[in-house]
């Protein structure tokens, strides 16, 4: 047990209206909106790795947080510190959570000890999950802080580090897979590279296609059949990743023959990154079929880097939500808050007060992206826009050759008048539902 | 026949100290490097639209040339237009020139009138070709200046559109093919999206799937055997187009089934605009086997649009040929200056000489990445540093499975020690060959 | 008269649950907020040049728009012009407009031409402000669009275009001080440098100082009591502005003795441009002193360039209104809409259907503002999180010297502990008052 | 001593053809240019930070070095650091270092404790730098790393936190008096926000330039008579920094009638985060009378963080060097390398190679660039587009007033055509003294 949580209460809805800081003001659980629960919908899940491994640190400065499991190097205190997350799960009546290898149990000197450490805390967490009810939405493996991992991973150019991450991801596959995971994450923070000079790209690619179709039979392998994701982004750390964005991954995984096999955990923060709104990937992996999850979170568009902040602006998540909606919503999916406190919020009520914000944010945003499917003027409007296409004519073209459909041009008489596009106006009518 | 470059002779290379702005200083044509003149290699071309199309306006401002061809709306100064053009190939001595149908004829006021503008163009610069010995690098269709093309051209909601579309493609590479094209080149600018509120992405994809497959039918039906090429850009003017970048395009002609018959003309503005560096791109083409062609230029990394300027950072181009070179050289490809004036550069010698700091500048860049390769220090160390997987059993490894990787790791002994990726020594190594 | 907003109404307020493109939900201009109506917080003005002069051209194509004032080289045309206008901030409500002088009138053969047709106008303009009430908030000079002014009017090498942009503002000036104009902005969006390498930035900056003194005095000489505002911009049309942003023009105001003579206005797009918040470049002209007016649009942070779009995020725009409500409101300035339409929509009715939207949100944006400032939560926070330098001592170190600041600390004694800075927590307090 | 770097030797100047990481082709440190010799004009001088005190971390992953010295909180290591670090100074023959407080000794418990660790280490360094005759560039306090600033120094809303900054700063400047240091900088990486919701930024202000004259006063008190300089970055560590650029620098030391006392380090990095070429910063504060010295490094464009890596470009480094040469070159600055090691460069010799090249690309750039200036061709150019200012008609003009410039225009007769800017001849004439 920890008291870290001392004297905060689990967060209830209490309306719109609810005072103070720790109360959900949109979120109610089991609010039904489209023929089911928030919660089903939203399906929520906590980030270890920010609330409870990140020390405060940022590349000018060091720890600003002082926690009780603090310093992070011993099974015993990596226990204290699981205490205090399915602490704060509980709290907040997230269903789900989120953790790399690394976040939750210390390093060890060899593979065997890191590894061992890892079960020794699957084993910890079994109860706890039993207890709270909370779930594992994916597991993950860090392949990117320690120093073995600073030249890439599957893409190293060395072969035994390449087997470390092999070694390392069945590991994590199989804790995934032993807490009842619904998905398996690999975000490939070091696959990419520093400079182009040193570096083979050809091989690097083949190696992490190699990589990730081994990962994929081995779920087969050991009957996990949750969802395989890959994360995308664009660079940092290194100065180019191949998972660049959800365009990029869908063609690298036509080229090794994974696209129906593997889908995409998508970051807003990574999105924006990649010069993409949030609502773009979204929408494009919907449209290619490998929409999988969402990492939420908000990127300031003004920093060129990771910032990894709570949501807050709602008509902004609206438009991610309303992308998921029209793609069904999420079957093994959630939305992880893959979000940090700022390094300045020091106070075990920032932590949780800033998850209560998110969640709401979420949950307004999601409710009005229903309420603008349901209201459906939306999706006449676009229907109407592209009316011509449904004539018979119009699909005779498109199945036919270049001849034929310029041959009604060559003839004469067509001198298209284009039509407004009404943007503003759909604008318009997006804030109405807000 | 124009006096607009009178006074003007032709570009001579006079050597490194060679004094007066026209004068080659590194570029002579028939220098022979890597066993080919460095006219072969490089391949230069003129681009008509940036050189005498444009009539230096920007968003806050309108023309700012004055030329005799002016206004662009008659056949008459058309072809004084043309005679311009051509006397500057003559003067620059480059082998090849690209075009739009809009930037060399009055737009008519239906498509016939368009379309018969065109070929009489093409009829008028048929003996200046024959005169002059300067070829057609390749022809491309204008979709993006006149309003009808507003909303997209083989994306339009409007099927009239796409006929439309598809007349003016199959006049364009007409065109090009009665001229001898090398290549046929589709810059998708309108191919893209607003506002999502307003578009059917994954319509408009198959639309713009269809019409490309349409495309290459079209040209193996005429007998065209230039290569098809598709140029990427992010965005601009298009708050996000569908041809983003290199890795974009390679999805999308997977999925159309098009990824060996369509290559792609890469530019270095546009690489920049995606977040990638120019020799990224053309490593990444290159390793997907779709390395075409180049559109070179430099763009302003301060500035968020396509400022299309002559190159003239020599190292930066250095990395750019390394990677053209490691392809093997151009085939149907080239570079064409897709570069323009700074709009207060009113005068003709300021044409001339800007193009003649960009050709001497690839020259530079050219000779630099020759020496690299050919000295082969660079591609020595790159090749050591993954040495390690020429060994049979790192190749057992990657042909094997995860179990198999990470069973030599989980036997214990395999902590592998990070070794220096070098690059503060490789870039060092790069000046040396500047 | 003209029959261009035919069908239109004039715009009114139906209260949130009010249906259709064209009822306010948010504004209505008599609703009182901290003592004032609506109308005279937000003084809206509508922008002749976006919505009556721009054809809506963008770099890579011409005209969409089609209007009956079309081609605008003509008197009667612009008079036509002028009618819509004004029906449109009838129509509106808006209770100012602003304009530039090449907005309104035909560019003549001569400076006396334009000169005497901007005044036509304004005798034309006299009758209409009258008959509706419309007032005007400012007249400028356009100084950058025609080719004169391609290296800068009051900055240019030459001394006859200072010469000109004197004549040209001098009577712009006279013409806003004719129609009541209650302040004169000047946007130097010539002001600045394509190139360092042929730029005398000395030279020019202090070009800029003399000629920003002579139009203050020029002002004070006929009897102008209006504000004389500034527009910061950093970069676009050239590579960089002298204006770049308000801490750029408060040194430059510092310089040249004019920092209490002449104030900013602080445009949203140009601040996100220049890397900062709106509400950054707003809280830190009141800071100096220096706030006078704003133009209201948006900037998509993902595009590099200036893209003037209408405001639809009520969050965002909340927080500039706070810092303007903080400033005590505004006196002379006011809200500009400095925003175009996307150029496909083509209708009259995407005209009004957006200025609707943008006064809807600013209202809604205004009001959420109020209710944080009277509520005083925000305030109270930021008034505790400093409380310790209320304190005699705390205001004594800062009045005395470092040895005595450090003595204390060097006495021993003194390790502060930090703080939580609490963001999260304020970031959910401001979405309560939304 | 230390063995870290066996087996190097002191780095010579091999000439151009020189083979080998470990010679100079272009610096060579007596060569004359400009009447005086290279070490004259670029004051080389290395950074502690980067080279000894960081351990190759990056937001994403820990240390990648490991070293003699680390960990680094104990007084033997701190000085077998020292050691390594002047053989280092002593190898590449560099006459200058600089370094923060918190670079050379170990954090104490109290502030009692760290003064006295620093100065223990000055005594250490005493002897090293009579010995090698390595001199100190500048001093500084690392205001930014430890967690009692995480919400800035001396615009901390904690008064405690300023005394803690006020007695940081006169112990080192002390300590850099004491070594005999020709400059002071104040870098103020936390003097900013995180968020405006809980900043007083008009108070925080106040207090930065409070402090900011205190440390004047100080160093006037104690016979420091180095400059004393800020070092302008636009933000990271936090959202917005105070010191954005050298314009808002300048309007803050005006306020507060600084601005000939203090003057700026300008960084290229800081320059490029701030959407600035580094010429221009330059430029601008050579004009302002404000330009101090140089931290030389490279920022990568593309990544929207200070990536610090060492210059390699020199083209790009020229035109800084002729900003510096028209400024009259350095007085008491110099070239500082706030530049890198890339994380994954492990080894001694990388650290020697990356400077290696770092300061011939300087000296390459700098002997352009006075080749450049002696030429003067670029300022002929220059003074030639200005020169009708130069008749006493436009002198007069500009001492005149509104009226009377815009008096000849009214006349008629002045309708000035404007003049080709030349840039890209003048972009190629550059390329010729490369
Ligand atoms: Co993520
Ligand atoms: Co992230
Ligand atoms: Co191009
Ligand atoms: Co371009
Ligand atoms: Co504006
Ligand atoms: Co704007
Ligand atoms: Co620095
Ligand atoms: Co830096």
Redo the contacts between chains.
């Keep these: 047990m920890t008291d870290f949580f001392a004297g905060i209460d689990p967060v209830r809805y209490g309306g719109p209206e609810a005072d103070g ?1 720790l109360a959900f ?1 949109h979120y109610d659980p089991e609010e039904v909106v489209l023929g089911k629960p928030l919660k089903d919908h939203l399906r929520f899940a906590a980030a270890y790795w920010h609330s409870f491994a990140w020390e ?1 640190g ?7 947080f002082l926690r009780p499991w603090h310093p992070q190097d011993d099974m015993g205190r990596a226990k204290i510190k699981a205490d205090a997350a399915f602490e704060m799960f509980r709290i907040l009546g997230v269903p789900f959570f989120c953790f790399h290898d690394a976040d939750v149990r210390p390093e060890g000197a ?3 000890e890191s ?1 061992d450490n890892l079960f020794e805390i699957v084993d910890y967490f079994g109860p706890k999950m039993e207890e709270t009810g909370v779930k594992l939405l994916w597991g993950t493996a860090n392949l ?8 890439g991973a599957a893409t190293n ?8 991450a ?2 390392t ?2 590991a994590c596959m199989e804790a995934t897979h032993r807490l009842g995971g619904q998905n398996y994450v690999l975000w490939g ?2 696959e990419g590279y ?10 690097e ?1 083949r ?1 992490a296609g ?1 990589f990730l179709q ?2 994929c ?2 779920a087969d ?1 050991i009957g996990f059949d949750g969802t395989i994701l890959i994360e995308p982004k ?4 290194t ?2 990743q191949y998972d ?2 959800v ?2 991954v ?3 995984l ?2 090794f023959g994974l696209e129906t096999r593997v889908k995409v955990n998508i970051e807003q923060g990574h999105a ?6 949030f ?2 990937e979204l ?2 992996a ?2 290619l079929g490998i929409l999988g999850s969402i990492d939420m979170n908000r990127n ?7 910032t990894d902040q ?1 949501p ?5 998540v609206t ?1 991610a939500y309303y ?1 998921i909606l029209r793609a069904g919503g999420f079957t093994t999916g959630g939305t992880n808050f893959d979000a940090k ?7 075990p ?2 932590l949780i ?2 998850h ?2 998110g969640m ?2 979420c949950a307004a945003g999601l409710k009005a992206a229903a309420r603008m499917l349901e209201d459906g003027r ?1 999706e006449a ?2 229907a109407e ?2 009316a ?2 449904e ?1 018979a ?2 699909k005779a ?7 034929g ?6 003839a ?1 008489g ?19 539902y ?1």
């Design positions: 800081d003001r405060g940022d590349p000018f400065g060091g720890q600003t060899t593979f065997a590894r990117f802080s320690h120093r073995r991992w600073m030249s150019p060395d072969p035994d580090i390449f087997a470390y092999a070694a991801v069945k923070g070091r520093e400079t182009l000079l040193n570096t083979d790209m050809g091989r690619r190696q190699r081994m990962v039979d081995h392998r664009p660079q940092e750390p100065k180019h660049y964005d365009a990029t869908y063609g690298f036509k080229d924006i990154l990649a010069g993409h709104s609502e773009h929408a494009l919907r449209e300031d568009y003004q920093s060129g880097w990771d709570f807050n602006n709602v008509p902004e438009l992308e406190l700022r390094r300045q919020s020091l106070d009520v920032d007060a800033a209560v914000g709401d944010t939306l409007a676009r826009r592209y011509g296409w004539s004519e119009a073209m498109l199945d036919g050759d270049l001849a459909a310029a041959a009604r041009v060559e004469g067509v001198e298209p008048e284009p039509r407004s596009g009404r943007q503003e106006r759909l604008e318009n009518l997006v804030n109405r807000l």
